[in-house]
């Protein structure tokens, strides 16, 4: 089991910065992808980030060069910072670790943090 609990989320104008932190129960990051989802209200979930154990990583095209996804193996925390914030990243966003064992998938996921950006 892996717990993870997120925090740093609040409210911004656009145009600004927010650093969201993800803390882990456990030390994981050498065998779990991590990612940062976002569901803003009426719509899907949708992958922000994701890192790899190895620590590749990949964006979704409308955060590209704005928001970047790292990790803090020491402290068990993985971290999304965002810049230019748009009124559109408004959403509640979570983390994800994930990792596939003897074919058999584990998820875990966040309570979430809410992000709203100001016009």
């Known amino acids: 089991q892996v717990q993870l609990v997120e925090s740093g989320g609040g409210l911004v104008q656009a145009g600004g910065s927010l650093r969201l932190s993800c803390a882990a129960s456990?030390?994981?990051?050498?065998?779990?992808?991590m990612g940062w989802y976002r569901q803003a209200p009426g719509k899907q979930r949708e992958l922000v980030a994701h890192?790899?154990?190895?620590?590749?990583?990949n964006y979704a095209d409308s955060v590209k060069g704005r928001f970047t996804i790292s990790t803090d193996n020491a402290k068990n925390t993985v971290y999304l910072q965002m810049y230019s914030l748009r009124p559109e990243d408004t959403a509640v966003y979570y983390c994800?670790?994930?990792?596939?064992?003897?074919?058999?998938?584990?998820?875990?996921w966040g309570q979430g943090t809410q992000v709203t950006v100001s016009s």
């Open positions: 890192i790899t154990s190895i620590g590749s990583t």
């Open positions: 994800n670790a994930h990792v596939v064992v003897f074919s058999k998938e584990y998820n875990y």
């Open positions: 456990r030390s994981i990051f050498s065998t779990y992808a």
